[in-house]
């Protein structure tokens, strides 16, 4: 780079390390780390696996595949029904925890507790639960009825039904302190007026609590619906995909690929979620930009 005077005169620029602060240039030499980790671990990783899903003949082994088909049909049902009951329970719970009295401040604490326990030991302790041969659920059925109970993760419908299960009793608590905080930031004195003019609880609901809740409530649905697509732990722990890996979803058939030594199948697969996942993206930030 060059500073041109006049004619052919010029005056050479002075090197960058001049022209910076001794704060921007310990800046940048404290930054230069992170920013290498950044590209090592996170930019290589993922430039890494579309380039070994970039050839078609994957696309078409993973048409082919049974498994893939009813993977993106578990997923949609994940996505569609999981989600929205979810969130409704939430919507509702929210309400019920929102009210000031000292029980329900100690059963919030209760409640919360499956979300601050980490996955693994409290998904596999339901699996262990649920198991037939020594599963407590069994035995109580057993004790009550003098009836072995049922084979539960044995029908991939009542599987992926436990998983769904699971995924929202996991989840349920955060999305609920989420809408708490939602419904607290309602002025109390519309609540009020709403009672001097006779309106009943669904009144009060429809016309105060919904439309100050609404956006709030549709951008936690996109969110969850994003965060679920990369969720594999509430079916990988519960149910491994089985039984036939009739209950996998894309989260988790990405695994049952790597298994079999398929890593370009299991990065095509990961890459096959992005068209739901882009469309989400895309609806939450026009949302938020509103």
Same mark, same amino acid.
């Given at each position: $780079?060059?500073?041109?005077?006049?004619?052919?005169?010029? *005056?050479?620029?002075?090197?960058?390390?001049?022209?910076?602060?001794?704060?921007?240039?310990?800046?940048?030499?404290?930054?230069?780390?992170?920013?290498?980790?950044?590209?090592?671990?996170?930019?290589? #990783?993922?430039?890494?696996?579309?380039? %070994?899903?970039?050839?078609?003949?994957?696309?078409?082994?993973?048409?082919?595949?049974?498994?893939?088909?009813?993977?993106?049909?578990?997923?949609?049902?994940?996505?569609?029904?999981?989600?929205?009951?979810?969130?409704?329970?939430?919507?509702?719970?929210?309400?019920?925890?929102?009210?000031?009295?000292?029980?329900?401040?100690?059963?919030?604490?209760?409640?919360?507790?499956?979300?601050?326990?980490?996955?693994?030991?409290?998904?596999?302790?339901?699996?262990?639960?649920?198991?037939?041969?020594?599963?407590?659920?069994?035995?109580?059925?057993?004790?009550?009825?003098? &009836?072995?109970? #049922?084979?539960?993760?044995?029908?991939?419908?009542?599987?992926?039904?436990?998983? *769904?299960?699971?995924?929202?009793?996991?989840?349920?608590?955060?999305?609920?302190?989420?809408?708490?905080?939602?419904?607290?930031?309602?002025?109390?004195?519309?609540?009020?007026?709403?009672?001097? &003019?006779?309106?009943?609880?669904?009144?009060?609901?429809?016309?105060?609590?919904?439309?100050?809740?609404?956006?709030?409530?549709?951008?936690?649905?996109?969110?969850? $619906?994003?965060?679920?697509?990369?969720?594999?732990?509430?079916?990988?722990?519960?149910?491994?995909?089985? #039984?036939?890996?009739?209950?996998?979803?894309?989260?988790?058939?990405?695994?049952?690929?790597?298994? %079999? &030594?398929?890593?370009?199948?299991? $990065?095509?697969?990961?890459?096959?979620?992005?068209?739901?996942?882009?469309?989400?993206?895309?609806?939450?930030?026009?949302?938020?930009?509103?």
């Amino acid at each position: $780079m060059a500073i041109t005077l006049s004619g052919d005169q010029a *005056i050479p620029a002075p090197p960058l390390s001049s022209r910076l602060t001794p704060a921007q240039a310990w800046g940048i030499a404290l930054l230069a780390p992170y920013l290498l980790v950044f590209l090592a671990f996170v930019v290589y #990783p993922v430039c890494y696996g579309l380039w %070994l899903a970039r050839a078609p003949a994957n696309y078409v082994a993973l048409y082919n595949d049974p498994i893939f088909a009813r993977a993106a049909v578990n997923t949609l049902i994940f996505l569609v029904i999981g989600i929205n009951i979810k969130m409704l329970i939430a919507l509702f719970l929210s309400g019920f925890f929102a009210q000031q009295r000292t029980w329900i401040k100690w059963l919030s604490v209760i409640f919360i507790l499956p979300w601050a326990v980490p996955s693994i030991p409290t998904i596999l302790s339901v699996r262990f639960m649920l198991n037939p041969e020594w599963g407590v659920i069994n035995h109580l059925i057993f004790s009550f009825t003098g &009836d072995d109970g #049922p084979n539960w993760l044995n029908d991939p419908t009542v599987a992926l039904t436990m998983a *769904i299960g699971v995924h929202i009793w996991k989840s349920l608590p955060f999305w609920t302190l989420i809408l708490i905080t939602g419904r607290l930031a309602i002025p109390h004195d519309l609540f009020e007026a709403a009672e001097v &003019d006779g309106a009943s609880w669904w009144q009060k609901f429809r016309f105060i609590t919904w439309p100050s809740m609404q956006t709030l409530y549709i951008t936690c649905t996109l969110l969850s $619906m994003i965060w679920t697509l990369g969720d594999f732990n509430s079916v990988y722990l519960l149910t491994g995909g089985g #039984p036939a890996d009739l209950t996998h979803v894309l989260a988790t058939l990405g695994i049952r690929y790597l298994r %079999l &030594d398929q890593l370009s199948l299991a $990065m095509a697969s990961i890459v096959c979620a992005m068209p739901f996942v882009l469309p989400l993206v895309y609806f939450m930030m026009k949302r938020l930009s509103r």
